[in-house]
T-cell receptor
Framework: DTAVSQTPKYLVTQMGNDKSIKCEQN?????MYWYKQDSKKFLKIMFS???????INETVPNRFSPKSPDKAHLNLHINSLELGDSAVYFC??????????????FGNGTRLTVT | SQELEQSPQSLIVQEGKNLTINCTSS?????LYWYKQKYGEGLIFLMM?????EEKSHEKITAKLDEKKQQSSLHITASQPSHAGIYLC???????????FGTGTRLKVLA
């Protein structure tokens, strides 16, 4: 069973379009994340949700809107796509604890290409 | 804000050689993670280090966290083509939900 799954794996679209990426985790984790990986492979956090509540929003343009219908799902909707949005987007999850550390579990990524 | 710098940026080694990747933090590390990424795939968790001086091994990969908890190293012994990929260190801080990642090291192992 895939622990963190995101769809689609590839997304090619034109500038100005609106698209969504879906993410689901079956690990029972309470925190989910969206990361963006640029062409230099640098991973940057975009959003984090804990128990369906937004807790991190890293100065991402408001064209990006995450939605967490429940703890196991975190979707990413992007409006008015721009060329600079082309990247690989990773969903991840972890379990928070009081003072404990939990590694992130990643999905396989969605490669978004905006033409 | 905390930053993680990795060195080298890329590495090409002959199969069978040993190698080391370093991760240096601008602030004290509370939890340090090593991940590996293969092309077209997500990140795979390798190891987690918490205590100063801690060392962990998995198969031919050993990771250490220095006593001051501001630097970690990942050592691969007798490298194989299957070790090729991008290695990333990551860090978090207790009580926060924020993980940051290093700049990555791209490893190529020649058969």
């Amino acid at each position: 069973d895939t622990a963190v799954s995101q769809t689609p794996k590839y997304l090619v679209t034109q500038m100005g379009n609106d698209k969504s990426i879906k993410c689901e985790q079956n690990l029972g984790h309470d925190t989910m994340y969206w990361y963006k990986q640029d062409s230099k492979k640098f991973l940057k956090i975009m959003f984090s949700y804990n128990n369906k509540e937004l807790i991190i929003n890293e100065t991402v343009p408001n064209r990006f809107s995450p939605k967490s219908p429940d703890k196991a799902h975190l979707n990413l909707h992007i409006n008015s796509l721009e060329l600079g949005d082309s990247a690989v987007y990773f969903c991840a999850s972890s379990q928070t604890g009081t003072g404990g550390h939990s590694p992130l579990h990643f999905g396989n990524g969605t490669r978004l290409t905006v033409t | 804000s905390q930053e993680l710098e990795q060195s080298p940026q890329s590495l090409i080694v002959q199969e069978g050689k040993n190698l080391t990747i370093n991760c240096t933090s601008s602030k004290t590390l509370y939890g340090l993670y090593w991940y590996k990424q293969k092309y077209g795939e997500g990140l795979i968790f390798l190891m987690m280090l918490q205590k100063g001086g801690e060392e962990k091994s998995h198969e031919k990969i050993t990771a250490k966290l220095d006593e001051k908890k501001q630097q970690s190293s990942l050592h691969i012994t007798a490298s194989q083509p299957s070790h090729a990929g991008i290695y990333l260190c990551g860090a978090d801080k207790p009580g926060t939900y924020k993980y940051i990642f290093g700049t990555g090291t791209r490893l190529k192992v020649l058969a």
